[in-house]
């Protein structure tokens, strides 16, 4: 007995012992399933864009810092579109609104407008730090002041007001920190003693967001007209659509496969099993997520859908072998035997194959790929431990029926006899036709090897959505209006105390970011507004010389500076606080910056970063990090992560492709069939020009594990069929009649299952279903029409070498 057999036997056992021992089998594994399932509930949403690194990325702990330092630093932005923001009807609206998102947002940190905007103004030595409207203007000279103040003022110029003063805006930003489970009174002096805080939770930030939104629609009007942008809004709006997607998306896959299961089996009992079996699995891993303190992001969104497709594929093999022996007289137990023997073991291994492929994202460099990587071999194992346990033991309690020969039963015998001999004839066709069918797939991968070569990375968050959604119309605007809707971070350290308040560091950076407004015109990525400390020194400067204008700049006098920041200080003002850190040892520097595709900010931030440094000097350290930064270093990790991750599903998947088959060449050649669905996906990609994002990266990575699973039970139902009868046709006949059947009807499912997803709100997940489903149906397809061809070929070239051998003995005889 060879050992495959070895292992069918005692998957026979496994059978037996189940239906003896059913009872415990449904009390014990509904207990387990429940004790886990349980926790879904509890499980969160995270969409910021630092949830793609993980914890220990550098950039994620430079991202973290620098929030600890100066804030949160991504603001939830109201854009007020106007006839003039700076009329005196329009600025007592704006007052109003300004009170009111105060009052009514929750986490709140701060609101920045017009209404509380900077004035600093030297009175003899006295420096005076108000807001720009604390006294109301009283008469047309007022005014007529505020309004030439305000418009000749650098700082307030495309950061709360537009040039032609039509469009003012409102910042509304939010506390870093979260306030979950932490007492309100003592986060203070929590703070104070530099305990670990959580940053703000994305449920936190959905709640400001909201706020805002119902506050904005209740001033909204003619005249002020209120659109909203910001990171802030990116996110929630993310976590929005993503539980639309998720409830809708669960749920009309569930009507879709029960439809298709019904046609299948046509008996209630074949729809409602499988679901019954396979949803535990999936409200499990989404509990063992929540155990281990996971949250679901975008990314990992997709595994609801993804489980339950591949537990109902394997459901689908199991009945479609027992219903099969039920109806043809054996009773139920040896029904049972009997599918366990001769399913369990490609079940088992094509559960371990998808699962070995989806284990690979574990090393990729984007968190939530990695989170995919390890939960989704979790979830496969516990639908794989429900079909080959539970299922089996339903079977034996519940009051089935063998199906007699009545009108439905032949109508339906006929159905599967049709669709039994299409398969066949295809792999008849392949099999005359060995050599044409291998060089045509040959063709194809060649072609698509060429595509691959012009795929394209990125990871354009804005781009999920469509052009006319709000929040791309926003950020167009703000790009158009204001210079600007995103912002780059940058810290310079010093590494010493007071460092900041040299003058050369200073005049270093203020000759930057003046380098870096006058090149704007010119430039591919311009920079539209600077703002640092520089600034402030230069205003405080100018006040405190008769507000001067020659005097806004930088003193060169380090006493000096550090007199004038001092007064700054002790006139109330905490501005200080997010420009500069207490020691006055790092400085903080946010350049604005229109949305562009965020893979062409990596050599972009890598240029700035030389800059800086050629300016400051070798002492100082520059840092980079905000939204746009970590979104350009996720592009790096996907990168790297994408070769990572393809060559070890492989290192994992042939092997155990050769041990299922029991042969290294027989194994090694199948490897054909299952790469070449994927090449096929990277050839389209490259030649539509789909960009190869988070998303479309797992594409590769859980099509090959699907992939596999065609092909080993097409494998091993034609190796048990070749082993008895010798003949390869014949063989691939009773191969393709019975599991034929159910590779055809998983595959529907599961390729249904992912293009569900092309329904989604996002454009992100469009092409991940889009481009799943298409990989998908490519392997059945290559599948039937290659691997009886393949085959043919392998056993003529070994009957051929045995003749070979034969007549080479007879010779040496």
């Not at 709640?207 to 005249?223: C, L, M, N, Q, Y």
């Not at 970063?609 to 979104?631: A, M, N, Q, S, Y």
């Not at 299922?660 to 030649?687: A, Q």
């Amino acid at each position: 007995m060879t050992l495959r057999q070895r292992i069918e036997a005692n998957f026979e056992t496994l059978g037996l012992q189940i239906v003896r021992r059913r009872w415990w089998v449904l009390v014990l594994l509904p207990l387990f399933a429940l004790s886990l399932s349980s926790q879904a509930p509890t499980i969160s949403l995270d969409t910021s864009a630092d949830v793609f690194l993980h914890e220990d990325d550098p950039a994620k702990v430079l991202y973290d810092e620098f929030r600890d330092q100066f804030g949160r630093g991504e603001f939830l932005v109201a854009a007020i579109r106007t006839p003039d923001a700076l009329a005196p009807d329009f600025l007592l609206k704006l007052r109003d609104f300004h009170q009111a998102l105060e009052d009514e947002v929750p986490h709140l940190e701060e609101v920045h407008s017009l209404i509380n905007a900077r004035v600093t103004r030297g009175l003899e030595d006295e420096l005076i730090v108000d807001d720009l409207l604390e006294d109301w203007p009283e008469d047309p000279g007022a005014w007529a002041n505020l309004r030439t103040y305000v418009l000749a003022n650098p700082l307030y110029a495309n950061l709360l007001i537009s040039e032609d003063a039509r469009i003012a805006t409102v910042s509304i930003e939010t506390s870093a920190y979260s306030s979950e489970d932490i007492d309100v009174d003592l986060l203070s002096s929590v703070e104070d003693e530099e305990e670990d805080l959580a940053f703000l939770s994305g449920a936190e930030n959905d709640e400001a967001v909201f706020a805002t939104r119902r506050v904005s629609e209740r001033f909204h009007g003619e005249g002020f007209e209120i659109i909203l942008s910001g990171q802030p809004a990116v996110q929630t709006e993310i976590a929005t659509s993503m539980q639309r997607d998720m409830a809708r998306f669960v749920g009309i896959m569930v009507l879709i496969i029960a439809g298709l299961l019904f046609l299948l089996f046509r008996r209630i009992s074949g729809v409602v099993l499988p679901l019954v079996v396979v949803a535990p699995a999936v409200s499990g891993t989404i509990g063992a997520m929540a155990i281990a303190g996971e949250k679901l992001s975008a990314p990992t969104q997709i595994l609801p859908s993804l489980l339950l497709s591949v537990g109902i594929a394997a459901a689908v093999h199991i009945l479609t072998i027992f219903f099969q022996r039920l109806d043809a007289g054996e009773s139920r137990e040896d029904a049972i035997v009997h599918t366990m023997g001769h399913a369990g073991l490609p079940v088992c291994m094509a559960s371990l194959t998808t699962a070995g492929g989806l284990l690979s994202f574990v090393t990729a460099e984007i968190a939530p790929v990695s989170v995919i990587g390890f939960f989704a071999p979790v979830g496969i194992g516990l639908a794989l431990v429900y079909c080959l346990l539970l299922l089996p033991a339903l079977l034996a309690v519940l009051p089935l029926r063998a199906r007699g020969g009545g009108k439905n039963a032949s109508s339906e015998e006929s159905d599967l006899d049709a669709i039994g001999r299409a398969l066949v004839s295809i792999g008849d066709f392949s099999i005359r036709n060995a050599w044409a069918s291998v060089i045509v797939l040959l063709l194809i991968v060649g072609f698509s090897l060429v595509g691959a070569s012009q795929i394209r990375f990125g990871h354009d968050i804005l781009g999920w959505f469509d052009e006319s959604h709000p929040i791309r119309v926003a950020t167009h605007l703000f790009d158009n209006e204001m210079q600007g809707s995103m912002v780059l971070e940058f810290t310079a350290d010093t590494g010493r105390e007071n460092g900041v308040q040299d003058p050369e560091v200073l005049s270093a950076i203020d000759a930057l970011q003046r380098e870096l407004l006058d090149a704007a015109p010119r430039a591919e990525i311009p920079v539209g507004k600077a703002l640092s400390i520089v600034d402030v020194v230069k205003e405080i400067n100018q006040a405190l010389n008769g507000n001067q204008a020659e005097h806004y700049r930088i003193p060169q006098d380090r006493q000096l500076i550090a007199q004038e920041l001092l007064l700054f200080e002790n006139s109330g003002s905490d501005d200080l606080e997010v420009l500069v850190d207490s020691q006055f040892r790092m400085a903080r520097i946010s350049l604005s910056v229109p949305y562009v595709d965020p893979i062409l900010y990596v050599a972009y931030l890598e240029d700035l970063r030389d800059r800086f440094k050629e300016r400051l000097g070798p002492g100082v350290d520059i840092g980079v990090t905000g939204f746009i930064p970590v979104v350009a270093t996720t592009i790096e990790s996907l990168i790297r992560s994408m070769t990572n991750s393809y060559i070890l599903a492989l290192l994992i998947i042939t092997p155990l492709m050769m041990l299922l088959i029991g042969s290294f060449r027989i194994g090694l050649v199948s490897m054909l069939p299952n790469l070449s669905p994927i090449i096929v996906t990277l050839g389209i990609m490259g030649w539509t020009g789909i960009v190869l994002d988070a998303f479309t990266l797992m594409v590769g990575g859980i099509a090959i594990g699907l992939a596999v699973d065609d092909t080993i039970h097409y494998m091993h139902n034609f190796r048990r069929g070749y082993l008895r009868t010798g003949d390869v046709r014949e063989a691939s006949k009773e191969t393709l009649i019975t599991t034929g059947r159910a590779l055809l009807v998983t595959s529907i499912v599961l390729s249904t299952g992912f293009f569900i997803f092309t329904f989604s709100e996002l454009n992100n997940l469009y092409y991940f279903g889009l481009l799943t489903s298409i990989t998908i149906a490519n392997a059945f397809l290559i599948d039937i029409f290659v691997s009886p061809a393949l085959m043919a070929l392998i056993h003529r070239s070994a009957r051929d070498e045995g003749q070979g051998g034969s007549s080479s003995g007879q010779t040496r005889a």
